[in-house]
């Protein structure tokens, strides 16, 4: 059974099962559907149950326009809906959900780039390093470098001491 996931901003993601032949799409009650959002038209779109099981979708005349799969759809014209279409009514996000595999759709065709390669290129006069990160550099410590060298100098004065101690010879009788 084909069913529409509609996503509501305040509410999250309501399923409804397309159990009519004709299903209307609005923001009043009077719909079979209705999506309570200012975006969407008191009478927005149709879905009309189409040959094969699935339906199609058209748009009757809305103020905000209806989206399919990304593309706004000319009003009064029918579209054929296939498992995994993405359908926006104003700003409201649906999906169609079929039982019948999606055919393969086309890929979209390639847009005109507008690139304009420069004939050259030089470094700015001003140029500075563009890295968030500043350089570190390596400041001399002159009280940090004296610690080492007297730490050094301490270690192996200990050393001489305990080599002395060890090498001291018990008195002879």
């Known amino acids: 059974m084909p069913k529409i996931i509609v996503s509501l901003p305040e509410s999250g993601a309501i399923t409804h099962e397309l159990t009519d032949a004709e299903v209307t799409v609005g923001r009043v009650p009077d719909n079979s559907l209705q999506i309570e959002d200012i975006s969407v038209s008191s ?82 006069a001003d140029f500075a390093n563009a890295s968030p990160f500043q350089k570190k550099k390596k400041k001399k410590d002159p009280v940090g470098t004296a610690l080492i060298v007297l730490a050094v100098v301490a270690i192996i004065g200990f050393g001489g001491v305990i080599m002395a101690i060890l090498n001291i010879q018990p008195p002879s009788l």
């Open 43 to 124: 009478h927005h779109a149709t879905l009309t149950l189409g040959e094969g099981g699935d339906y199609v979708l058209r748009d009757i005349g809305s103020t905000n326009g209806t989206e399919l799969n990304g593309k706004e759809i000319p009003r009064e014209e029918d579209h054929k809906l296939q498992d995994g279409d993405k359908i926006v009514f104003g700003k409201i996000e649906a999906s169609y959900v079929s039982e019948n595999p999606a055919e393969a759709r086309p890929l979209p065709e390639a847009e005109e780039v507008n690139a304009v390669v420069a004939s050259s290129s030089k470094r700015p």
